[in-house]
């Protein structure tokens, strides 16, 4: 997805996105009032929009106090949210598919950042364990990233 896809996305769920100069955080949530800090790149906005509207699909109340773990857990949960929406298993498939051969070149295709790839694909690393299957491929988190087509 696209940040202006996102935006859309946004304003579908009456929620106001405003870029500001924000000194501490990249994206916050507040009630229907999302802020995202001015100065990044438009793929680092897309991928803290992401996951600025995961908070707001899963999260409640204040979370910004990382020190509790209940707070820990919805801040995951709105990064997962993210992580589904621009990556997901669909989106390693599709980079194998488009001949991307690094980190760099599939954050490229996927339109996120190598940060956001990278831990992405931790996320799914840890959930799925070494390896996993959609449709006819198989990918494969451990040693090391790969995609293998079944025949």
Known sequence: MTYEELLIEADSNNLTVKEKPLPVSKGRLKGNRIAIRKD???TEKTC???EELGHHYTATGNILDQSTVENRKQELR?????Y???VGL???VDAYLHHCQSISESAEYLEV???FLIDS????RNKYGVYTKLDNYVIVFEPSIAVLELV
């Open 113 to 115: 950042t190598e940060e």
């Open 78 to 82: 709105g990064r997962i949210v993210a």
């Open 40 to 42: 990044m790149t438009e």
């Open 90 to 92: 669909r989106g390693i």
């Open 48 to 50: 803290v929009l992401a």
């Open 84 to 86: 589904n929406k621009l």
């Open 121 to 124: 694909l931790n996320y799914y």
